[in-house]
Each structure stands twice: as structure tokens, then as C-alpha cells.
């Protein structure tokens, strides 16, 4: 398992957990505040991305591993 593939994996579980986060607390602190509805559908949102990079580095799925490079080129 390479560099990325950890990576994957740790960016996943820190988007999983802080998408839990935002949905339990129903508040989400980024560069804006988000509050209620809009805090849970971002929550869910980052959970999703976060299993998606997880799936690409578990499984080795090149589609997305492209796709969790990209999101880490759009990050810069």
C-alpha cells in the first residue's frame, strides 16, 4: 500500500468522522458557518467522499483514485 493509499484512507476516516460529527451536532464550522438542514446534508456529504476514497484505497478502484487525486490537486 502506497502513499496515496494511505492517504486515502486517513482523509476518508477524517471526512466520515467529521461528517458524523456535523449531523449530530447539526452545525458545521468551515470557512462559513452552517447550521440545521444545511449542516446535515454537508455532513452527509462529506461522508460520502469519505467512503469513496476509503473504497479506492481498500479495493483499488483506479476511477476513484483519480478522483481522490484530483480532490487533493483541488485542495492546493
Do not use: C
Given at each position: 500500500?502506497?502513499?496515496?493509499?494511505?492517504?486515502?484512507?486517513i482523509v476518508?476516516?477524517g471526512?466520515?468522522?467529521?461528517?458524523v460529527?456535523?449531523i449530530?451536532r447539526g452545525?458545521?464550522?468551515?470557512p462559513e458557518q452552517?447550521?440545521?438542514e444545511?449542516a446535515?446534508?454537508l455532513?452527509w456529504?462529506?461522508?460520502v467522499?469519505?467512503?469513496?476514497?476509503?473504497?479506492?484505497?481498500?479495493f483499488?478502484i483506479?476511477f476513484?483514485?483519480t478522483f481522490?487525486?484530483?480532490?487533493?490537486?483541488?485542495?492546493?
Amino acid at each position: 500500500m502506497g502513499f496515496f493509499e494511505w492517504g486515502a484512507l486517513i482523509v476518508g476516516a477524517g471526512l466520515v468522522y467529521s461528517g458524523v460529527r456535523a449531523i449530530r451536532r447539526g452545525e458545521a464550522h468551515v470557512p462559513e458557518q452552517y447550521k440545521g438542514e444545511s449542516a446535515v446534508r454537508l455532513g452527509w456529504l462529506w461522508i460520502v467522499l469519505g467512503i469513496l476514497f476509503m473504497l479506492s484505497a481498500l479495493f483499488d478502484i483506479p476511477f476513484l483514485k483519480t478522483f481522490f487525486r484530483l480532490f487533493l490537486e483541488a485542495a492546493n
